[in-house]
């Protein structure tokens, strides 16, 4: 601690001007660094409340899509493919093993679409169709629906096949809404992204109708 040194002046005690200037030292020192913590303290609140200069939140809240039991499936989104051009309504779903865009309704996510294939019986590796090489710009991963199942494609550069066979989703194939395996009649060179993985769908629990909010 600084001492402080007096001198007599006039009967009573004074500091001396070593003093008064330390003393002015220290309130500045205090002045500036309460001031500093003021401003700090002001923009971390304005960073994080999210409030605006009206007192009300500025927050945007997402638009989401919910089941029938109010659960939220994922966020709302409109969005176009290589598969259908034109724009359609999406949520956009996150699994333990893949997160990607699905067509949806009010009735559920929407089914149909084709798998195509380089064997004669819809068998190894399947292919949904995208554009031609260089074209495609889709950044979001895609699935189209049978049923239940979801078949993720992780877009890229559309990649040449030669189509063998090819397999209709479409639920209206047989009672069970099975695939429909076809097999061209020649070899047929086209483009397709493959199927990166597969998703059960009813395993994520949501119950139609969904809704969007």
């Known amino acids: ?25 220290v309130a500045l020192t205090c002045a ?9 303290g002001g923009s971390a609140n304005a960073q994080g409340s999210g409030t605006s200069q009206s007192g009300q939140s500025s927050t945007v809240q997402p638009i989401t899509v919910e089941d029938s039991a109010g659960h939220v499936v994922g966020p709302y989104i409109q969005f176009s493919n290589a598969v259908d051009p034109t724009t359609s309504e999406g949520v956009f779903l996150r699994t333990s093993t893949a997160s990607f865009a699905i067509q949806f309704n009010s009735q559920g996510f929407e089914s149909g679409g084709v798998l195509y294939y ?11 169709s995208t554009t031609a090489s260089g074209s495609n710009t889709t950044l979001l991963n895609y699935a189209i629906v049978l049923n239940t199942t979801a078949y993720v494609v992780q877009w890229s550069e559309g990649t040449p096949i030669s189509v063998a066979s090819y397999a209709i989703l479409n639920e209206g194939n047989g009672s069970s809404g099975s695939l429909q395996c076809t097999p061209t009649s ?6 397709g992204a493959p199927v ?11 119950v139609p109708p969904f809704s969007v909010h």
């Open 196 to 206: 990166a993985t597969t998703v059960d769908l009813s395993s994520l629990g949501f």
């Open 1 to 25: 601690m600084a001492m402080i040194h007096r001198f007599q002046l006039g009967g009573a005690t004074r500091p001396s001007s070593l003093c008064i200037t330390r003393l002015f030292a």
């Open 32 to 40: 500036i660094a309460c001031f500093t913590l003021s401003a700090c």
């Open 186 to 191: 020649s070899s047929l060179v086209h483009y």
């Open 118 to 128: 380089t064997t004669s019986d819809c068998t190894g590796t399947a292919y949904i």
